[in-house]
């Protein structure tokens, strides 16, 4: 994992970039009136796939920006926003984003473990957001906001643990990574008009001055890994 971030740029440039552009707008402020769907769904298949999947969840900030650049890896079958690790059952948007309901923004992939590894998820992990902030990317600050890898078996556990300690000690990033390892309980779909955002609403000013450039560099460092 470290030689693999390290051959991508000293002390993650490319994040660097990417937080720098984050700044210019909050996820938060962007929200849309359309109503809710199908939110509660603890477990995200897709019946089309006949061959074996595991499932990751991550949080690096707004789920947006985290969707879009997931579902362009070869070997992911969904990234599909939503709400984890708060205490709140069926949370709505607005209610998560008082920061007041435990949950964090994530997106849950189901992906394919033959073409994709979750050391390679983790590796997209690490490299697209700030893992030193504590719960905040950019403008968007709160705990929703939150660095966070909810694990779902104990390999998980250790692979997360395990690279963000490497991480920390190669000194990879100019301050310490604060992203929070917990296990995984449950997976609540955000919002119907949240799913696709950035395939969606490709010409809103969110989506073209904060997510593409994060897109359009994550295509130049990870090109091998990319769906064609």
Same mark, same amino acid.
């Given at each position: 994992? &470290?030689?693999?971030?390290? %051959?991508?740029?000293?002390?993650?440039?490319?994040?660097?970039? @990417?937080?720098?552009?984050?700044?210019?707008?909050?996820?938060? %402020?962007?929200?849309?009136?359309?109503? =809710?769907?199908?939110?509660?769904?603890?477990?995200?298949?897709?019946?089309?796939?006949?061959?074996?999947?595991? !499932?990751?969840?991550?949080?690096?900030?707004?789920?947006?920006?985290?969707?879009? &650049?997931?579902?362009?890896?070869?070997?992911?079958?969904?990234?599909?926003?939503?709400?984890?690790?708060?205490?709140? =059952? =069926?949370?709505?948007?607005?209610?998560?984003? !008082?920061?007041?309901?435990?949950?964090?923004?994530?997106?849950?992939?189901?992906?394919?473990?033959?073409?994709?590894?979750?050391?390679?998820? @983790?590796?997209?992990?690490?490299?697209?957001?700030?893992?030193?902030?504590?719960?905040?990317?950019?403008?968007?600050?709160?705990? %929703?906001?939150?660095?966070?890898?909810?694990?779902?078996?104990?390999?998980?556990?250790?692979?997360?643990?395990?690279?963000?300690?490497? @991480?920390?000690?190669?000194?990879?990033?100019?301050?310490?990574?604060?992203?929070?390892?917990?296990?995984?309980?449950?997976?609540?779909?955000?919002?119907?008009?949240?799913?696709?955002?950035?395939?969606?609403?490709?010409?809103?000013?969110?989506?073209?001055?904060?997510?593409?450039?994060?897109?359009?560099?994550?295509?130049?460092?990870?090109?091998?890994? @990319?769906?064609?």
């Amino acid at each position: 994992m &470290i030689h693999l971030l390290k %051959q991508h740029g000293v002390k993650l440039v490319f994040t660097g970039v @990417l937080v720098t552009m984050a700044t210019l707008f909050s996820c938060a %402020q962007k929200q849309n009136a359309k109503k =809710n769907i199908n939110k509660d769904m603890t477990t995200n298949t897709n019946g089309s796939v006949n061959t074996p999947t595991d !499932t990751a969840t991550f949080g690096t900030g707004c789920f947006w920006c985290t969707e879009a &650049i997931f579902q362009q890896l070869d070997g992911v079958y969904s990234a599909t926003s939503g709400y984890s690790g708060g205490h709140v =059952n =069926n949370p709505s948007y607005k209610e998560v984003c !008082t920061g007041t309901t435990g949950h964090a923004e994530v997106i849950q992939v189901v992906y394919d473990p033959k073409k994709i590894t979750f050391d390679e998820l @983790l590796e997209v992990f690490w490299q697209t957001h700030d893992p030193t902030t504590l719960n905040r990317q950019g403008n968007d600050v709160g705990p %929703q906001y939150r660095s966070v890898v909810f694990y779902h078996n104990n390999e998980q556990k250790e692979k997360a643990e395990k690279y963000k300690g490497e @991480l920390d000690k190669s000194g990879a990033f100019n301050n310490p990574i604060v992203t929070e390892i917990s296990p995984f309980s449950k997976f609540y779909v955000a919002e119907n008009y949240h799913q696709d955002y950035y395939n969606q609403n490709g010409s809103q000013p969110y989506c073209n001055i904060v997510i593409r450039p994060k897109v359009e560099k994550f295509k130049k460092v990870f090109k091998d890994k @990319l769906k064609h």
